[in-house]
Structure formats: C-alpha cells, structure tokens
C-alpha cells in the first residue's frame, strides 16, 4: 500500500514531464502501415509454444547475422577485445549466439506487451529478490545498474509488477514503435520520462520510494566521460552512477536478464548491492562500476549487446577499433 501512494504521490508532482503514452491519430497514417503488420506479426508469435517461438527466433537470428555485416563486424571486433582468452570458435558460438537472443528479444515484445501478468511471472523469475529487500529494509533507496542486454525489457516489467519505478526513456525514430515501448514499460506503472527531461524529476522519485534502473555501458563521447578499464580495455564512463546513489540515498543493485534455453523463462539476476560505493572519487566510482558490469555480463556473455561500439571514443592518440 505505501509503494502505490508512492506512485500517485510522484506521479502528480512530474506529470507535466513525463512521457506522453496517449495513443495519437498519426499512428493510422500510411507511413505506420508497415509497423502496424510487424506489431500484429508480434501479436501472433506471442500464442505460440515457447519451442516455436525459439526456432522462429533461431531462425531470424541466423538470417539477420548473415546480412548486416556492419554490425556483425562491430560484435566481432567487441567480443575480440573483451574475451581475448577465447578460442576462435568459442567467439563465433557467442556471435552466433548473440544475434539469435536479439532476435528472440524481438519477438517476445508481444509477450512484454500483451500477456497477463500470471504468465509474465510464470515466463520472468526474479532471482536475487532478498536482496532488494534488504535494501528497503535499512531504508535505502534502490538503483538497479543494468546492461545493454537483450532481456532488459523482460527486466523492467518483472521488477515493475513488484515495486515501483521511475526511469529514462530513449525516444526512437519510429513513433509507433516508441508508442508501444513506452506503453509496455509503464502497464504496470513505471514513471517514464524521456532524455530531454534530465534526472531532476527520476532523482525526486528515487527519494519518494521509487527504484530506478540505471544502464551506464554506453559510450557517450568525451565531453561527458572520463576512461576506466572494462574487459581489460580503457572504456569510456559516464561517471554518474556514484553520484546518483550518493544523493538519492540509494543502494546499488547489479542486475542482469537472461534467458534460459531450457526452461524457456528469462531470469532476473539481482546481485548484493556494490559494497563500499560510492567512494566519491570519479575515477574510482567508474572502474568499479565497470568491474560490476563486467560481473553481471558474464553471467550470461551471449545475451549482451555487442553490436555497439563501445568502445567508439579513444583516449587521445589512440586509434579507433571499428
């Protein structure tokens, strides 16, 4: 009961800058035809048996590496610098791999968006869920560390249906598509608030009892980051994260989602919060940031994104990778 009026209570302080998820007549125009088909095409793949949808999955997967070289080279040159130890074909297997779990991502949107929520918790386990409680025991806010990982939106609605959350939201090219991301995402009640809104009204969630998630694996240009070991390799780090929690009062919680192939259910892995963080020094806040993102990546390494480059900004002399 205090989690839903938290909700109310956030929700009518930064109604104004949350992201608009009201359906708008431009969706029927022509231009969205084509989505619309690939939207029911989802719709569709969703009353399939879970065997179906992963040979489906499989299958586009396959297709999809065999046709876009460019980010299939990017993927390689990732994986190449984060798991050098790897034999040649142990890489390929998690190439392979890694465009059939995007893939299959894609097709479960129907299953984010559509499904009732006794399926989604048969479909979606949280492991890890004491740890969060042991966060708001010692009343700590909660800020959930996540990757770029294909079951992220598998993530978000599972800790959704069980606490309230606030949260960015990265606006695409495609407004149909936006549409129905963000209405996915806030079914079960996140606070959605795009880029242009800034952390000022998610911060003020977080202190009235929301968790955030918080993705820090991007590279964002050297303007805002400062460079820290990830994988063995200097990365570019938004060095955030340590702040966010200091100000919020917040603990920070490594999570990843992984799909498992046998049990055909995708696993939330929450982790004990980072210990001793922040320390308050940038430098130090990001590497060990990194070093958790590397933790919560290995848990299952073909299920992350590699296709981008994140590794695209290079300290000064350094020569790109891509």
């Known amino acids: 009961m205090k ?6 209570m956030t929700k009518g302080a930064n109604s104004a800058l949350l992201y608009d998820t009201r359906f708008k007549a431009v ?13 029911f095409f989802l719709f569709l793949i969703m009353f399939l048996p879970a065997f179906m949808q992963d ?19 990017i993927a390689r040159v990732n994986i190449d610098l984060c798991f050098p130890e790897l034999q040649l074909e142990e890489k390929k297997q998690m ?23 006794a399926v989604l918790k048969k479909r979606i386990i949280v492991t890890g869920q004491e740890n969060i409680e042991k966060s708001l025991k010692n009343n700590r806010a909660v800020i959930f560390m996540t990757a ?14 069980r606490y309230p959350v606030t949260g960015p939201f990265n606006p695409m090219k495609n407004k149909l598509i936006d549409w129905f991301v963000a209405r996915g995402r806030a079914r079960h009640g996140t606070l959605i608030y795009t880029r242009d809104s ?8 977080v202190r009235a009892g929301c968790a955030m998630f918080y993705l820090p694996d991007e590279d964002l240009g050297k303007d805002r980051c400062i460079f820290a070991p990830f994988f063995g390799n200097q990365k570019a780090s938004v060095p955030v994260l340590g702040r966010l929690s200091k100000t919020t009062n917040a603990d920070v919680l490594p999570c990843i989602s ?3 192939e046998i049990r055909r259910q995708y696993q939330i892995h929450v982790l004990p919060a980072i210990k001793n963080f922040p320390c308050g020094d940038d430098y130090e806040d990001a590497a060990v940031m990194n070093k958790s993102l590397e933790e919560i990546i290995n848990i299952c390494p073909s299920q992350y994104f590699w296709i981008m ?13 891509y």
């Not at 800034?198 to 969630?205: M, Q």
């Open 95 to 117: 190439l392979r791999k890694s465009f059939r779990h995007q893939a299959r991502s894609i097709l479960n949107y129907g299953l984010i968006w559509w499904a009732p929520k």
């Open 148 to 161: 770029h990982s294909m079951g992220l939106e598998a993530a978000v609605s599972a800790i959704t249906m």
């Open 27 to 39: 969706y029927l125009m022509p231009a969205y035809w084509t989505t619309w088909l690939a939207v």
């Open 258 to 260: 992984c799909y498992d």
């Open 3 to 8: 989690q839903q009026k938290t909700i109310k």
């Open 198 to 205: 800034g952390l000022r009204p998610i911060i003020k969630d």
């Open 55 to 73: 040979a489906i999955a499989n299958a586009l997967g396959d297709l999809a590496r065999n046709v876009n070289k460019k980010r299939r080279r």
């Open 309 to 321: 480059k994140l590794f695209k900004t290079r300290p000064e002399g350094e020569a790109s990778f």
